[in-house]
């Protein structure tokens, strides 16, 4: 009767056994997936988009910023003088321009005038002696060399009365389109400059792109700034994300737009909430980061997630826990 009883109870047991397993890949099965990631705030090194030297500095380490906030200013005086410079030339080249398209005045006009008159008048005088002088050649009462004297100038005065005539036909016609056309060209090259010196000028204050968290001041006033050069480092306080990744047998789960929970080891119990934003398309090796045990070989996708209710207690670099809103 022993022997029955021994039987049942090691049947028992083994069905016991097998009914757990079950139940507890089951349960196992059923359970969310848990992902882990690191929050990812974007910074932002702010320069001067031109060079100088550092008058002065507004904020230090740790301020809280706010968007289009003055943060420094870099010494004016070159910049302004530069301008002045600017407004300058395009006053000169504004008024070429102007004279060019206005073409000759009035009173030029009518001195040109007189001018073709007075040659005019000479021609006529120089080709009515001309032609006395042929007829006492005729007669022999002149020589040769006088009646010669006597063509030159007559040539000489109808010469001056084409240049005379020509002259006004100029001032009357106005400027060429050539010249008219240089002329403009100059205006815009230096309008062109005055709008480069006026941003130069703009340039010299350094203003808070958006709102964050100042993490470093580099440079002190009195420093000589090429432009470019790091003066701020400014910690974006929104979007705050989380860089996770998922392996391919999970993948199919974390699709963009979904629904996902954050917990942090600080509020265990309070998560916060976001949504897949995206997934890269491109495998890799599993980052030193990620600490899960059967995700340390695998190949694994990686995620961006948006944390939709951010607040000051997310920092760079934190862990997280990712587990999908059911």
């Known amino acids: 009767m022993k022997k029955p009883v021994v039987i049942v109870l090691i049947g028992v047991i083994v069905l016991a056994a097998i009914g757990g397993g079950w139940m507890w890949y089951h349960s196992r099965q059923n359970q969310p997936l848990t992902l882990y990631g690191n929050v990812d705030i974007r910074t932002v090194n702010m320069s001067f988009r031109v060079g100088g030297r550092l008058a002065s500095l507004t904020v230090d380490e740790g301020d809280s910023i706010k968007a289009g906030q003055v943060l420094g200013e870099l010494d004016r005086a070159p910049y302004q003088n530069a301008l002045m410079q600017a407004n300058a030339n395009v006053s000169t080249a504004q008024a070429k321009y102007d004279l060019a398209m206005?073409?000759?005045?009035?009173?030029?006009?009518?001195?040109?005038?007189?001018?073709?008159?007075?040659?005019?008048?000479?021609?006529?005088?120089?080709?009515?002696?001309?032609?006395?002088?042929?007829?006492?050649?005729?007669?022999?009462?002149?020589?040769?060399?006088?009646?010669?004297?006597?063509?030159?100038?007559?040539?000489?005065?109808?010469?001056?009365?084409?240049?005379?005539q020509d002259k006004l036909s100029q001032f009357r016609a106005g400027n060429r389109p050539q010249e008219i056309a240089q002329a403009k060209a100059s205006l815009e090259q230096a309008q062109a400059q005055l709008a480069q010196a006026r941003l130069d000028l703009q340039d010299t204050t350094l203003l808070a792109p958006s709102g964050g968290t100042l993490l470093?001041?580099?440079?002190?006033?009195?420093?000589?700034?090429?432009?470019?050069?790091?003066?701020?480092?400014?910690?974006?306080?929104?979007?705050?994300?989380?860089?996770?990744?998922?392996?391919?047998?999970?993948?199919?789960?974390a699709q963009p737009g979904r629904d996902i929970l954050l917990y942090t080891d600080g509020r265990p119990d309070k998560p916060y909430h976001g949504k897949i934003g995206f997934i890269s398309p491109t495998a890799e090796f599993t980052p030193k980061t990620v600490e899960t045990p059967d995700l340390r070989t695998d190949l694994v996708y990686r995620m961006r997630i948006i944390v939709t209710d951010a607040d000051d207690a997310l920092r760079q670099g934190m862990p997280v826990t990712l587990r999908f809103d059911q």
């Not at 009515?128 to 010669?148: C, V």
């Not at 306080?237 to 392996?247: G, K, N, Y």
């Open 102 to 164: 206005a073409g000759y005045r009035a009173e030029e006009i009518a001195q040109a005038s007189a001018a073709v008159n007075q040659a005019q008048a000479a021609y006529q005088y120089a080709q009515n002696f001309y032609q006395r002088q042929q007829g006492l050649w005729k007669s022999r009462t002149i020589s040769a060399n006088d009646l010669e004297n006597a063509r030159s100038s007559r040539d000489q005065a109808q010469a001056s009365l084409k240049s005379a």
């Open 216 to 253: 470093t001041r580099a440079v002190e006033p009195g420093s000589m700034l090429n432009a470019g050069s790091t003066v701020l480092t400014l910690s974006l306080t929104r979007p705050v994300w989380v860089r996770a990744w998922v392996d391919e047998r999970h993948l199919h789960e």
